[in-house]
């Protein structure tokens, strides 16, 4: 595929000076990692990118200026390679593809957060001081510095996207799920509850979609038989 500039083809929001003690912990990896984005139109680049789990933004560091920046248009990326692993990137935020047969199956990475609380007179906190990052908003010519409180990652936890068709089906635990293939609620339930299903466990959801779609097969199977 042909090689193209970033900036070409996508419309840029913030950008920030690269920082060395910028907050790891608020992103999908502990670095910028060497990704091929994928265009809507065939073409693609390689690209310094890392996912935000606070904004659920995709962020790259821009080769012209070194400066990070936010995409804002992702409507033309139409998927994101990273060595064996492929992103796709929606309204919803960035999702990894872990099953593509017989079903897709992606997963979403999220991220329970809270404002991290900044010592005030008296022995008193207060969260909304707390304010330890500025980005800068270029538009029209001008520059505004917008203030960024200081948050911290509590918890992880995993969302999941079922593409059957042009239609996703989400879900994030097992009353979710089961409602998607309502009419094997039984045998799902027995499936999850034997198997003590963990539905922050990749591997075990992606088996548990693989048996829900069994069913599904064999039900169609037997259908064409009557």
């Known amino acids: 595929m042909k090689k193209m500039n970033f900036l070409l083809v996508i419309l840029l929001a913030f ?7 910028e907050k790891a912990a608020s992103f999908l990896f502990p670095e ?11 073409l693609q680049s390689n690209e ?4 935000n789990l606070i904004d659920e933004k995709l962020y790259f560091i821009d080769k012209s200026d070194n400066r990070i920046k936010i995409v804002s248009d992702i409507q033309s990326i139409a998927a994101i390679r990273l060595n064996e692993r492929t992103f796709f990137l929606n309204d919803n935020g960035l999702r990894e593809l872990i099953v593509s047969e017989p079903v897709e199956l992606c997963v979403q990475y999220k991220a329970q957060h809270h404002i991290v609380n900044s010592t005030v007179g008296y022995g008193g906190t207060s969260s909304v001081a707390s304010v330890s990052t500025y980005a800068n908003y270029r538009a029209g010519g001008q ?3 917008i203030k960024q409180p200081d948050v911290q990652v509590s918890a992880m936890y995993n ?3 079922i593409g059957k068709g042009k239609v996703l ?25 034997n198997k003590k299903v963990d539905f922050n466990s990749i591997t075990q959801v992606s088996d548990l979609v693989k048996y829900a779609e069994s069913l599904n097969s064999t039900s169609s199977t037997n259908s064409g038989k009557g």
């Open 169 to 193: 089906y989400k879900f994030i635990d097992k009353k979710q799920f089961v409602k998607i293939y309502g009419k094997y609620k039984q045998k799902l339930n027995e499936y999850i509850d």
């Open 143 to 145: 520059q505004t510095i």
């Open 15 to 21: 950008s920030a000076l690269v920082k060395a003690d």
């Open 48 to 51: 310094s990118v890392n996912y």
């Open 32 to 42: 910028y990692q060497k990704a091929d984005v994928i265009y809507s139109n065939g």
């Open 159 to 161: 969302c999941y996207w």
